[in-house]
C-alpha cells in the first residue's frame, strides 16, 4: 500500500512507519487528521520526528499532526497561507519559522507548553513568558498591517530585545512618531533612542523634531 493516500492533490492520509517524512511534490493541502486517528481519540503517528511539507502546499488542515508527541521539527514553505485549529497540538516543536505568505492561523494550532521561539516577516520572539495569553493570530496580522501594535504587544509581554534585534522592520516614515511613543510609555529606552536615531538618520527630520 502506498504510504501517501492522495486524492485531489491532497494528503488524505498518511499509512508509513518513517521517523522523518518527506511529503511528495505536486500536494496543495494537508487534509484534516492526515496523520491522527480520529477514530481513536485522534491518537497521533507516535514515531514521527520531523516533516518536509514542499512549496504547492497551501493550508494544513484541523488536527492534521495533532498528537504526534514525538514531532520536533517541521518545514514550512514559502506556499503556504493558512493552519487550522489543532493542526499541531500536542507535539514538541519547540522552534518554528512561518513563511512570509501564511495568512492565518489558528491560535491553538500549536502547543504552546513547547513551543518556545517563532519567527515572522524577520521578526524572532520567545513565548517563554507570554504562552498562556499571547494572541498569535492577532500578533501576526499587526505585524503584517499595523506594526505599531504588534511592537506595543512585544513591549508589554517582556520581549523588548526581540524588538531591538529587528527594530528596523517595524518602522516606516508614516509610523515612526507612534513607534517612540510607544517605547517611552513602555519604558523601552534603549529601544527608544535607536527609533529616535533612525529617525533623525534616515528620514532627515530636523532636530526640534526629535523630541516628542
Do not use: W
Not at 502506498?2 to 492533490?9: C, G, S, V
Not at 488536527?63 to 514538541?92: K, W
Not at 493570530?137 to 513591549?155: C, I, Y
Amino acid at each position: 500500500m502506498n504510504q501517501f493516500e492522495i486524492k485531489d492533490n491532497v494528503l488524505v492520509k498518511y499509512h508509513g512507519k518513517e521517523d522523518y517524512i518527506m511529503i511528495p511534490d505536486g500536494i496543495t493541502r494537508i487534509g484534516e487528521y492526515a496523520f491522527c486517528d480520529r477514530k481513536n481519540l485522534c491518537m497521533g503517528i507516535m514515531q514521527i520526528k520531523g516533516v518536509y511539507i514542499p512549496e504547492g502546499v497551501v493550508s494544513i488542515g484541523y488536527s492534521a499532526f495533532r498528537n504526534c508527541y514525538n514531532l520536533e521539527r517541521v518545514s514550512l514553505p514559502e506556499s503556504l497561507v493558512r493552519i487550522e485549529s489543532f493542526a499541531f497540538h500536542n507535539t514538541r516543536i519547540k522552534e518554528i519559522a512561518f513563511p512570509d505568505s501564511l495568512r492565518y492561523i489558528n491560535n491553538d494550532a500549536f502547543y504552546f507548553y513547547y513551543l518556545k521561539k517563532i519567527s515572522y516577516l524577520g521578526v524572532t520572539f520567545s513565548l517563554s513568558n507570554i504562552k498562556h495569553y499571547f494572541n498569535l493570530s492577532h500578533f501576526m496580522k499587526s505585524l503584517r498591517t499595523d506594526k505599531v501594535p504588534a511592537m506595543e504587544m512585544l513591549l508589554k509581554t517582556g520581549q523588548e530585545q526581540a524588538v531591538i534585534q529587528s527594530y528596523e522592520k517595524f518602522i516606516s516614515r508614516k509610523n515612526i512618531d507612534r513607534l517612540i511613543r510607544v517605547a517611552i510609555e513602555q519604558k523601552a529606552y534603549q529601544l527608544q533612542t535607536l527609533l529616535t536615531d533612525y529617525k533623525y538618520q534616515h528620514f532627515q527630520f530636523k532636530q526640534k523634531d526629535l523630541y516628542l
